[in-house]
């Protein structure tokens, strides 16, 4: 193991980490103010009786809305705004960047990362992840970076997953997450990630021997991340993939080969025989060219066309969405090749979608940073944050099997009692990890001193005036609170914390 | 000791709860799912086959004898992995068995599609009951039914128990609290009492189990839980789950089905044979259903458990030294109802022939999963034949002779 100087600077600056942190947190937290992240002066929450279409895309397109965020959107129209999010290059970042990007362990290439501790790579990988989608400007861009973590599953307590899968975050999810579908499944059909994570890097045939092909990335590769199951594939196909793909591997030790942070291709390994995937052949002799061959053959067929564009639908619109919105969505994908900003395009932009509002419950991530976005929180992401997460059942990057965290709603009804527990914690300060001051939003909100009605505050979170059961809710508390403590800041609390735990906050 | 405390605390939840003494009968059926397809054969060791050693020239367990790896003998045919040693005792009292090659008519090797067709109790042809075989069930028997009737230790809502009348989704019981920012809870409880009672979806509903069980619990958080007889759990997620299990069973709340999940199963590279991988896994099962056996002592009369996976493996080793997914498993349950000490069916142990189309080389199922789940469910809460078809319409329902 070589010693390098990045080691070496690391345990001199982890002598004085604590120090360091704490001040560099607080300039971070004052950047970030400066550069944007302030609660404007005014806020002119969306009061109608249904949830308002703009709130609705900030909604459903990214994380939520953030003070100001609503206002811009009205600002330059929907279309426009949707054309900016899909070219995320063209949106300064900086803020969140400053947030973001101080975690040295996620730069490295994949075989340097086992330089680092596995706890600080598991933080710093959620951290980041979770700083990304609560501070970047870039909303559809990290939602999609969500969606193809889940599509592109990859379980950090597998093996050595937790090495590598900061680089397949990089190279695979985060530099395909908007550009062409093939060209995301081929970076990870050799993510080293993916390769340890489905056995691939031991899928070997070797010649004159009795080595049966490991089929576990061939049959996910068929089943979850292109066709899915029952959409025309076949035992024998799996089979075939699989032979394709032997002979790919990955080894950390390599650390004399040129391309060591790399997977690579050991011809030995390899089944070099033709092959016939889906009824098209793969000639014998393709080599290291067979999985090129596989992916353009998986990723052309129409079911990946039709089984993409439904779990988009899906994951935008509804659980159930209108089937010729999925046959649109299907044939977008067949006549663009799978170029991904079109499909968005269909779905975003059509009326199914715009009619769709507080149909999708909020898994537990998209809970919290929703929340923490509405209430513009400071937070570092540090373990205070982290761990109702995990309680929620949602640590990113630790779902165990390969078909991700699911979408479907009754797998997260066990988590009601959290969320509630969170949104108290988060609108009382109280919450470790994150810093929530309700006044400027109070004022920004034009709150009056003593003042417990909800109505404002509840349209600046949920898109829409509350309704009269609604109002009628809170007034248990208005009464309870309205005795001893107007307007006191427990009682603020209180209420954004009970409208942060409403059924109307769980859905989007 | 502890369980003079306990026992005050639990006589008042009982009370508070508005339950009979029919409650205290209660027999709790605990569901333990190995996730991700675990290979049985190197649980419940084939010796006595040539076959088995033959296609596992690196992984099959050592017959038994008196190497220190070597299977633990149970029968002329069987022995067990040398990991399963703390329920051995079991065996030989007759509590502990298996049924050898069931399995599905699933042929896609999929885990989710396989879980998911275990736990919702269908065939892969025809069609399908709706909800889980755990929910049909607790719908199908009816009876005054306690509102934690059905836990599931973990943080999300197994398939199985899709469809019950009440659910608990619960870590720790300890953990059931709602924290207010300032003085008590109730103000907070009753407004979203009052916003989860207005909707009448799936999340109102949930809401408003959520809410109800602050009651349930808040009696049993209020003393530390010390298992009897010694029993020594596990450190880990599974054997805390399970004593969470054991606790409420003592506690006489009336729960009649209890998932416990157990993952790390999916064992395609470097599985390990009497040590390694696949032996963590085994032990980790055995010494938390020990744990169980011994803590719960006293209350024998009143849980079962079975063991089930959504797949068992291939007979032959792959060239990374694991299996891949095959097809029939052997299905095991423990209790006093269970006709244990034998491993019935499934000799000699045949393999899917690899030219049909049953999918390649695991065990050729010959028992219907649904069958023996039947079988329990009948056994440990009285169903009806009448009441078994309801909840597995379509199933043959042959009688295996599993359970008394």
């Not at chain 1, 990630?193 to 080595?211: C, E, F, H, I, Q």
């Not at chain 2, 398939?159 to 608990?168: D, H, I």
């Not at chain 2, 063991?307 to 095991?332: C, K, M, P, Q, V």
Request: one cysteine or more; proline letters at 5%.
């Amino acid at each position: 193991m070589k010693i390098t100087r990045r080691s070496l600077l690391k345990s001199s600056a982890l002598s004085g980490v604590v120090a360091i942190l704490s001040g560099c947190e607080r300039m971070v937290s004052e950047a970030g103010h400066l550069l944007g992240e302030a609660v404007p002066e005014v806020i002119e929450p969306s009061a109608g009786e249904s949830i308002d279409r703009d709130f609705h895309l900030l909604s459903r397109a990214g994380f939520g809305a953030r003070p100001g965020d609503l206002r811009y959107l009205r600002s330059i129209g929907r279309d426009a705004w949707l054309e900016e999010q899909l070219h995320p290059q063209t949106l300064r970042d900086t803020a969140c960047d400053v947030r973001a990007e101080r975690f040295e362990s996620l730069s490295f290439p994949a075989g340097d990362a086992y330089e680092f501790r596995k706890t600080v790579l598991r933080a710093e990988l959620t951290r980041h992840a979770l700083l990304r989608a609560v501070y970047s400007r870039r909303q559809l861009f990290e939602s999609m970076v969500e969606f193809w973590s889940d599509h592109l599953n990859i379980d950090l307590e597998k093996g050595d997953c937790v090495y590598l899968k900061p680089s397949d975050d990089r190279q695979v999810i985060r530099k395909h997450a908007l550009g062409n579908f093939q060209m995301l499944i081929r970076a990870s059909a050799t993510s080293p990630a993916m390769l340890v994570y489905l056995d691939g890097k031991s899928n070997k045939v070797r010649k004159n021997t009795n080595d049966r092909p490991n089929e576990n990335y061939a049959r996910e590769l068929l089943e979850l991340h292109t066709m899915g199951v029952h959409n025309g594939y076949t035992q024998q196909d799996v089979i075939e993939a699989a032979r394709c793909l032997s002979g790919w591997t990955f080894d950390a030790r390599r650390t004399f080969a040129l391309n060591q942070n790399d997977a690579f291709f050991r011809p030995d390994w390899h089944d070099d025989g033709s092959k016939i995937v889906l009824g098209q052949a793969i000639p014998a002799g393709g080599g290291a060219g067979d999985v090129d061959a596989l992916v353009r053959i998986v990723c052309t067929h129409p079911s990946t066309a039709h089984f993409i564009a439904t779990k988009l639908c899906r994951h935008f619109v509804s659980l159930s969405p209108p089937p010729d919105l999925v046959e649109q969505t299907a044939e977008t994908f067949i006549r663009t090749e799978g170029d991904i900003k079109s499909l968005l395009r269909v779905i975003l932009k059509s009326e199914a979608f715009a009619t769709s509002q507080g149909q999708l419950l909020k898994r537990p991530f998209k809970f919290m940073v929703s929340a923490l976005r509405a209430t513009a929180a400071d937070t570092h992401a540090d373990a205070g944050i982290l761990e109702p997460l995990h309680r929620m059942g949602h640590g990113l990057f630790q779902y165990p099997t390969p078909d991700g965290y699911p979408e479907t709603e009754l797998p997260w009804m066990g988590t009601l009692l959290w969320r509630w527990n969170f949104a108290l914690a988060l609108s009382s300060n109280r919450q470790p990890g994150v810093h929530f001051d309700y006044k400027p939003l109070f004022r920004a909100l034009g709150g009056k001193v003593g003042s417990l009605d909800p109505s404002s505050w509840f349209a600046h979170f949920i898109g829409r005036r509350p309704s009269n059961e609604e109002v009628g809710a809170f007034e248990t508390l208005r009464s309870d609170f309205g005795k001893q403590s107007a307007g006191s800041p427990e009682g603020v609390a209180a209420m954004i914390g009970l409208i942060l735990s409403s059924p109307a906050f769980q859905r989007c | 000791m502890a369980g003079s405390s306990s026992d005050s605390s639990i006589s008042r939840l009982r009370f508070a709860s508005g339950e009979g003494s029919d409650g205290d009968q209660t027999h709790t059926l605990i569901c333990i799912f190995l996730r991700g397809g675990a290979d049985t054969l190197n649980v419940w060791v084939p010796y006595a086959d040539d076959a088995y050693y033959r296609q596992r020239p690196n992984l099959a367990i050592p017959r038994p004898g008196n190497a220190r790896d070597a299977a633990i003998r149970l029968t002329d045919l069987y022995a067990l992995h040398p990991s399963m040693r703390p329920l051995e005792e079991a065996f030989k009292e007759g509590r502990l068995g298996a049924v050898q090659a069931v399995g599905m008519d699933n042929t896609s090797g999929s885990h989710f599609e396989c879980q998911d067709q275990m736990e919702h109790g269908d065939a892969a042809d025809g069609e399908q009951a709706g909800g889980g075989w755990l929910g049909r069930f607790l719908r199908v028997k009816k009876r005054v039914r306690s509102p934690l009737s059905a836990v599931a230790i973990g943080t999300a809502l197994p398939e199985s128990l899709r469809g019950a009348p009440s659910v608990s989704v619960i870590e720790r019981i300890a953990d059931i609290a709602l924290k207010a920012p300032i003085g008590d809870a109730s103000v907070l409880k009753s407004v979203l009492g009052s916003l989860y009672g207005a909707d009448s979806t799936l999340l109102g509903e949930h809401g408003r189990e959520t809410l109800s069980l602050f009651q349930r619990v808040s009696e049993l958080q209020e003393h530390p839980y010390t298992p009897e007889n010694g029993a020594l759990y596990g450190k880990d997620d599974f054997s805390a789950g399970l004593s969470e299990v054991a606790r409420l069973i003592k506690a006489r709340v009336g729960l009649e089905a209890a998932c416990v999940d157990l993952g790390g199963w999916d064992t395609h590279f470097f599985q390990g044979s009497a040590s390694g991988l696949h032996s963590e896994r085994i032990k980790t099962l055995a010494t938390g259903l020990s744990a169980l056996e011994r803590d719960l002592k006293s209350y024998r009369a009143r849980y079962t458990v079975i063991i089930t996976t959504e797949f068992g493996r291939r007979i032959y080793e792959n060239a990374s030294l694991g299996t891949d997914h095959g097809r029939g498993f052997a299905f095991t349950a423990l209790g006093d109802r269970v006709r244990g000490g034998r491993i019935i069916g499934g000799w000699p142990i045949e393999a899917v022939d690899e030219s049909t189309i049953l999918g390649p080389g695991g065990i050729l199922p010959k028992v219907d999963f649904r069958d023996v789940f039947a079988e329990v469910l009948s056994s440990c809460h009285g169903l009806s034949p009448e009441e078994c078809a309801a909840v597995f319409p379509s199933a043959p329902l042959t009688l295996i002779g599993l359970m008394a």
